[in-house]
């Protein structure tokens, strides 16, 4: 055969033996990789790459009679219904006995697993097709990784009871871990919300399947009971009196006790409040933005990355905030209901971070640009809110604040 001169040639090439596969699970797994090539190149807004590569591969392949090239429409049509021209599609004549199986599934179960932190959710639902003829029961897993704010890694395949199973016996030995059955609908919005999130990402995460199943998980998702969710769902930011509300109750708390911050010198009274003004400044900068959410791994990423890039700290803010952030997450895993054992386990990372913190803060190697600007403005003791002083400052070291060796 020729060389394909289109990409629409070359996935009709790929396809050519679409037909002899044994059931339409099988051909949906083959259409979804195919279209997997056409997400993973695209530089944004990849669902809607595939959607158009689908429409224009309905329109240039509209004439095409042989039993592979209506079968692969077909597939196409069932897994990116709302491209242009998928309403039209009908498997052709020569189709396999199990096309019109294709799409028809029904749920045959939902779950849920994750750690008890919150850092990482993950949703698995099972389907059976309506026909034993399109194909054996089948599992979809979703990983919502609730750090980074998307959907990380997304699953098709089976034996489903078997993926099931053992998704249940690792929960179950392992203490920092649940499992549960989940609402479909829930599972449903969760998963697409922060699966928007993950198709305009500039760059994939790096493994798993989560090109290659991208357009087989969407066809399921949309077979999940529920409306089709929005894309995204921004949580409201703590107004400042919510704030000042969280601040006071977490220093009248038994954790505030514990590490000391409940009797603080008046000197330091503007250290702690400003330590934990940071927390819940990079508690917000989550997208799904919890202040009660500390993990032995959302501790590592403030405590020695955010800090650093964000925010100038004296001597004293350095000293006090390890404290403060050791008295907030007791705290936080108390409003949580996390066990002792899970509680422990953050505050003892925290401890172990202490000196690497130390380090950072000393060496300022991890600082951005403007932190690393307004911590020499302070060490040379320029009065910020002095627009002369400010100006004749910057003037004298405007060589450390751009690129111009001049």
């Not at 592979?68 to 069932?78: L, Y």
């Not at 749920?107 to 639902?125: E, F, I």
């Not at 077979?223 to 000042?244: C, K, M, Q, Y």
Request: net charge negative; proline share 6%.
């Amino acid at each position: 055969m020729a060389t394909p001169q289109t990409p629409y040639e070359a996935v009709l090439h790929a396809a050519r033996d679409v037909t002899r596969l044994d059931s339409a699970l099988d051909a949906e797994m083959l259409g979804a990789a195919l279209l997997g090539s056409v997400y993973a190149v695209a530089e944004t807004d990849r669902d809607n790459a595939v959607r158009e590569f689908v429409a224009g591969f309905l329109t240039a392949t509209s004439r095409r009679r042989s039993a592979a090239a209506t079968t692969i429409r077909a597939v196409f049509a069932t897994l990116v219904p709302d491209a242009e021209g998928a309403g039209r599609v009908r498997p052709g004549a020569y189709a396999p006995a199990w096309a019109g199986q294709l799409g028809r599934v029904h749920l045959t179960g939902a779950w849920s697993y994750g750690d008890v932190y919150g850092d990482q959710t993950s949703y698995l639902a099972t389907f059976a097709y309506d026909d034993d003829e399109g194909g054996p029961e089948h599992a979809l897993v979703a990983l919502v990784d609730h750090n980074i704010g998307i959907t990380k890694d997304v699953f098709v395949g089976g034996p489903a009871a078997r993926i099931v199973e053992q998704a249940r016996e690792i929960c179950t030995q392992d203490e920092f871990t649940w499992f549960r059955t989940e609402d479909p609908a829930r599972m449903r919005v969760e998963v697409s919300r922060h699966l928007a999130i993950t198709d305009d990402l500039g760059e994939l995460p790096a493994q798993g399947s989560l090109a290659t199943d991208r357009a087989l998980v969407g066809a399921r998702l949309a077979a999940l009971p529920g409306p089709a969710p929005a894309a995204t769902t921004d949580v409201p930011a703590l107004t400042d009196e919510a704030r000042t509300g969280l601040v006071r109750a977490f220093l009248g708390s038994p954790e505030a006790v514990r590490f000391g911050l409940d009797r603080v010198a008046d000197g330091e009274l503007a250290s702690l409040h400003f330590c934990l003004g940071l927390l819940l400044d990079h508690a917000a900068s989550f997208p799904d933005a919890d202040p009660m959410r500390w993990s032995p791994t959302v501790a590592e990423l403030f405590l020695l990355d955010w800090v650093h890039r964000r925010a100038v700290l004296d001597m004293d803010d350095a000293a006090m905030l390890p404290r403060v952030l050791r008295g907030w997450a007791a705290y936080a895993a108390r409003q949580r209901g996390l066990a002792p054992a899970a509680a422990a386990r953050t505050d003892e990372a925290i401890e172990e971070m202490v000196p690497e913190f130390a380090r950072l803060y000393s060496t300022g190697e991890r600082r951005s640009p403007a932190t690393a600007a307004v911590a020499q403005l302070m060490a040379d003791g320029v009065d910020p809110d002095d627009p002369a002083a400010l100006d004749a400052w910057i003037e004298a070291n405007r060589h450390r604040l751009t690129d111009d060796p001049a």
